[in-house]
T-cell receptor, first 118, second 111 residues
Framework: DTGVSQNPRHKITKRGQNVTFRCDPI?????LYWYRQTLGQGPEFLTY????????KSRLLSDRFSAERPKGSFSTLEIQRTEQGDSAMYLC????????????????FGPGTRLTVL | GEDVEQSLFLSVREGDSSVINCTYT??????LYWYKQEPGAGLQLLTY?????DMKQDQRLTVLLNKKDKHLSLRIADTQTGDSAIYFC???????????FGSGTRLSIRP
């Protein structure tokens, strides 16, 4: 399977614990995105990497959230001191980089990690 | 500001056409997308339209874009039970940037 993979698929934790999720993008893709999706809502952008550089962060990404992509390949998203409001599906997507005015770079989404904070 | 709105539910009879509507606020969007999400499955890009187009057809799918009214629609012809899913309208400035999603329309098919 050469798609975007995410681990774990499900995580249940107690409030106050730290959690870390991993995303493995499609191998030739240099862009990687994190989104969060709560029940009944569409995905909301969290942050975006081009290679190892984190280029944009949403206001949703509080100080308790940190994302890394140290070698420009896989990425991790850590949530410290989890709160019940952090319960959501965390989605990762990746895309390639093509240049040109009419270029289109589809973001391919992984299956997500569902976080439940008790 | 960035905002994408769509109705929450749509119910259609099998074999009829489904039309899902969406409005967006950012006129600088470059691409507008329709994504499909089935239970337990990831987001699947169904189709997209470049902002300088009015219509795009892809087999049973027809996308109409009214830039003046900032209105996007997705028509699914001959709706089948396998089309049951949540459909998200989305916009993006450029293909490198974040996608802004609507809250999704749940399409249910009745026999």
């Amino acid at each position: 399977d050469t798609g975007v993979s995410q681990n774990p698929r499900h995580k249940i934790t107690k409030r106050g614990q730290n959690v870390t999720f991993r995303c493995d993008p499609i191998s030739e893709h240099n862009r990687l995105y994190w989104y969060r999706q709560t029940l009944g809502q569409g995905p909301e952008f969290l942050t975006y990497f081009q290679n190892e550089a984190q280029l944009e962060k949403s206001r949703l990404l509080s100080d308790r959230f940190s994302a890394e992509r140290p070698k420009g390949s896989f990425s991790t998203l850590e949530i410290q001191r989890t709160e019940q409001g952090d319960s959501a599906m965390y989605l990762c997507a990746s895309s390639a980089e093509f240049s040109g005015a009419s270029s289109y770079n589809e973001q391919f989404f992984g299956p997500g990690t569902r976080l439940t904070v008790l | 500001g960035e905002d994408v709105e769509q109705s929450l539910f749509l119910s259609v009879r099998e074999g009829d056409s489904s039309v899902i509507n969406c409005t967006y606020t950012d006129s600088s969007s470059t691409y507008l997308y329709w994504y499909k999400q089935e239970p337990g499955a990831g987001l699947q890009l169904l189709t997209y339209i470049f902002s300088n187009m009015d219509m795009k057809q892809d087999q049973r799918l027809t996308v109409l874009l009214n830039k003046k009214d900032k209105h996007l629609s997705l028509r699914i012809a001959d709706t089948q039970t396998g089309d049951s899913a949540i459909y998200f309208c989305a916009e993006v400035y450029s293909s490198a940037s974040k996608i802004i999603f609507g809250s999704g329309t749940r399409l249910s098919i009745r026999p």
